[in-house]
């Protein structure tokens, strides 16, 4: 990306020169452990339980050695189905340990893309727990491993005599796990087709994590509700790291988000930091006894995740008392945080940005068609350069190379405007991925799936503004000829073959669709189709940093 000598009017810039940390995960907590062996390290709520950190280092310990036992060795990939619960937090950490590649599984995932997943990945070993409320995850694994010649060699249920005989099964730590190993592989969508893995190293998520800690002004006194999901970036690099460089203590509140646990959660724990994606505070704030919690422990916390509405972020200043809230924009590829405002910085900057380049990394707003850095105020594609950059997509250099460029940019498809003061706004995509309450939702996975249905033509799905979830996924589709359904039809052929967030929210049956003379359909008419047709265009047009 050409960026000439007079910066100064250009829409680049670049994050401080701060220390890189040239550690593991495991070499990290080993650390922390010894600096606070006795300060909380992670409590679960809803389970009951709690770990220090010098606890949380011997059961990551525990967990290497048992997956020594059973195999694992450096570089081996190990699968993580379940929703926020200690053992996650201990299979994060002794993965690590263990020098494998942690695999983080979503649980709404069906049958459908856990197959997808378990072949993409080549895990050798996947831990999960039977069921909850939500799933039968013991049924959905066989029918998705069924006629399958998979890797997968070892399947660990937390609720079942194996965890705890992996526990205290003898075996061996790893004699070096290098920085630059992959620590993490997390599926998004990509730019095109089905969910790309992508791989972090150590010494991306380690760095993240530090600089994190740094923006909220962590010290080992603080202590942080993360109701967000773990198999997400924002719960296990946010939620985590930030904390693991800092002796923050993590606090669970719940299995999965529940408002009434976040918020009792701050209330027993005196909490001094809470995260969450928009369409969580706002879910808190409807609680008819928001007002009966003790919230004044609060003093920073995250809003991020999808676009976040100015006047939601103003509210969390002040009735929920964090006024160092802060605003951070990133995404899986980058480890994902490469924008974040301060919790020093002024209301102004916390409110109307995301904030300005973090440490070691760089920002430029480029031209969506020459590629050339803009000038200050242009809107542009953000691209990033720096540590935080994935060691690329699994087993995808093609797919690699169309986001990472040779000159080491990576091109994240958003849109944004750079100020003179570097902060940052992002006010668009320039690629086609619906963010529903956090969930990114790649268009075509689903449109995909649904022409699996005997009786679907033609099929685009988009995303349309929801106040309280950011978007939300409507599907057109044109029937085979001499075909009826109802949209219920449609969505009931969804649910349970794909993740719930996924399942068009609405269904609109049609002849034909917008398009370009060449054929192309032009999927922002649809969109602003349904804005007007349904009465959105306050949403739409509802001021976001």
Not at 1 to 11: C, E, G, H, I, T
Request: aromatic share 8%.
């Amino acid at each position: 990306m050409p960026v000439d000598d007079n910066l100064s009017s250009l829409s680049y810039t670049r994050g401080p020169a701060r220390p890189l940390l040239e550690l593991t995960i495991g070499d990290l907590l080993h650390r922390t452990a010894e600096r606070f062996p006795d300060r909380l390290g992670v409590a679960s709520c809803h389970q009951g339980k709690r770990l220090t950190w010098g606890q949380l280092s011997e059961q990551a310990d525990r967990v290497a050695r048992g997956l020594w036992s059973l195999g694992i060795r450096r570089g081996d990939r190990v699968g993580l189905w379940s929703t926020n619960c200690i053992e996650w937090i201990m299979m994060h950490m002794g993965c690590a340990r263990a020098g494998a590649a942690l695999v983080n599984v979503n649980p709404a995932y069906r049958s459908h893309e856990l197959q997808f997943t378990l072949q993409r990945s080549r895990m050798k070993a996947l831990f999960l727990w039977h069921q909850d409320k939500r799933a039968d995850y013991e049924d959905i694994l066989n029918r998705a491993r069924h006629g399958l010649n998979l890797e997968l060699a070892h399947t660990i249920f937390f609720d079942s005599p194996e965890w705890p005989a992996l526990l205290d099964a003898p075996g061996e730590l790893p004699d070096h796990v290098a920085v630059d190993d992959v620590a993490n592989i997390q599926y998004t969508s990509g730019t095109t087709g089905l969910p790309k893995g992508v791989l972090l190293t150590h010494h991306n998520i380690v760095n993240n994590g530090q600089y994190l800690a740094q923006g909220f002004h962590y010290t080992e006194m603080d202590s942080i509700v993360v109701p967000v999901p773990l198999f997400h970036c924002y719960g296990c690099v946010i939620g985590t790291m930030s904390a693991l460089n800092s002796g923050a203590g993590i606090i669970l509140p719940n299995w999965t988000f529940d408002p009434r646990a976040t918020l009792q959660a701050v209330h027993d724990e005196r909490a001094t930091s809470v995260y969450g994606v928009p369409a969580m505070y706002v879910a808190e704030f409807a609680l008819p006894e928001f007002p009966t919690y003790d919230l004044t422990s609060l003093r920073t916390g995250m809003m991020s995740g999808a676009p976040c509405p100015i006047e939601l972020m103003k509210r969390v200043l002040t009735e929920m008392h964090i006024g160092e809230l802060v605003i951070a924009y990133g995404q899986t590829e980058t480890s994902p945080v490469v924008t974040m405002s301060d919790a020093g910085d002024s209301i102004e900057v916390r409110v109307n940005t995301v904030g300005r380049a973090m440490p070691q990394t760089e920002i430029a707003i480029a031209s969506v068609v020459t590629g050339e850095t803009l000038p200050i105020g242009e809107q542009g594609e953000l691209c990033v350069r720096g540590y935080a950059l994935m060691k690329g997509y699994d087993g995808d250099p093609d797919g690699t190379a169309t986001v990472i460029h040779p000159d080491g940019w990576l091109h994240t498809g958003d849109l944004g405007v750079m100020r003179p003061d570097g902060c940052l706004r992002i006010t668009g995509r320039s690629r086609d991925v619906i963010i529903r309450g956090g969930e990114n939702i790649y268009p075509r996975e689903v449109e995909e799936f649904l022409y699996t249905h005997p009786k679907v033509g033609e099929v685009q799905v988009v995303g349309i503004p929801n106040a309280r979830l950011g978007e939300i996924v409507v599907a057109w589709v044109r029937l085979r000829p001499s075909q009826q359904a109802t949209e219920e039809e449609i969505r009931e052929f969804c649910k349970g073959q794909i993740a719930y967030y996924k399942v068009p929210e609405h269904v609109r049956f049609v002849d034909d669709f917008p398009a370009t003379l060449s054929g192309k359909i032009q999927k922002y008419k649809i969109r602003e189709f349904e804005i007007e047709a349904r009465g959105l265009r306050s949403v739409a047009d509802a001021a976001t940093a």
